[in-house]
T-cell receptor, first 113, second 111 residues
Framework: DVKVTQSSRYLVKRTGEKVFLECVQDMDHENMFWYRQDPGLGLRLIYF???????EKGDIPEGYSVSREKKERFSLILESASTNQTSMYLCASSFLDGNYGYTFGSGTRLTVV | QKEVEQNSGPLSVPEGAIASLNCTYSDRVSQSFFWYRQYSGKSPELIMSIYSNGDKEDGRFTAQLNKASQYVSLLIRDSQPSDSATYLCAVRGDSSYKLIFGSGTRLLVRP
């Protein structure tokens, strides 16, 4: 069963902490994406990567960075967590042309206190 | 700005009825179209994809695409309470691997 796995389902962090969210896919997908989803705001793209060590900013990259050292792993880093980063974070992956849609991980609900 | 528009709902239908979910998109050269189902607190799950004009059926689900009208819809026949979820429409443009997502339509199936 092919999968996108996010390391944590629920996470609680303190303001100012550095937070790492990990995502691993076993589908040999070239593309990987990080979204956040908030009520009434839909899915918002934070960063995406189309190859190892390659990354591009999405619509809301401020306060975030990413790392892709291996094809199957894409990490989202909150440099200094703030309460307005409390959200559901979704990782997704796809083949290079995106023609078969995205496969999403189960999500990480992050609360920053 | 490429956009995908959906009515936020909720769309309320009785059990056993046909639920019709609609989506319009602005990029005329869009090539691939997807419907995702998202239960509350869960992640989106791909349920249908459609690439050419017309209808595509999969069980109780039918996706309909009209590129001339820039319109894609999802019909759910014999709706069940377990179909209650938010349905996201997503569109892939020409020469782009990025999907543009609509904000979703919340469907409520009443027993």
């Amino acid at each position: 069963d092919v999968k996108v796995t996010q390391s944590s389902r629920y996470l609680v962090k303190r303001t100012g902490e550095k937070v790492f969210l990990e995502c691993v896919q076993d589908m040999d997908h070239e593309n990987m994406f990080w979204y956040r989803q908030d009520p009434g705001l839909g899915l918002r793209l934070i960063y995406f990567s189309y190859d190892v060590k390659m990354k591009e900013k999405g619509d809301i990259p401020e306060g975030y960075s990413v790392s892709r050292e291996k094809k199957e792993r894409f990490s989202l880093i909150l440099e200094s967590a703030s309460t307005n980063q409390t959200s559901m974070y979704l990782c997704a992956s796809s083949f290079l042309d995106g023609n078969y849609g995205y496969t999403f991980g189960s999500g990480t609900r992050l609360t920053v206190v | 700005q490429k956009e995908v528009e959906q009515n936020s709902g909720p769309l309320s239908v009785p059990e056993g009825a046909i639920a019709s979910l609609n989506c319009t998109y602005s990029d005329r050269v869009s090539q691939s179209f997807f419907w995702y189902r998202q239960y509350s607190g869960k992640s989106p799950e791909l349920i249908m994809s459609i690439y050419s004009n017309g209808d595509k059926e999969d069980g109780r689900f039918t996706a309909q695409l009209n590129k001339a009208s820039q319109y894609v819809s999802l019909l759910i026949r014999d709706s069940q309470p377990s179909d209650s979820a938010t349905y996201l429409c997503a569109v892939r443009g020409d020469s782009s691997y990025k999907l543009i997502f609509g904000s979703g339509t919340r469907l409520l199936v009443r027993p």
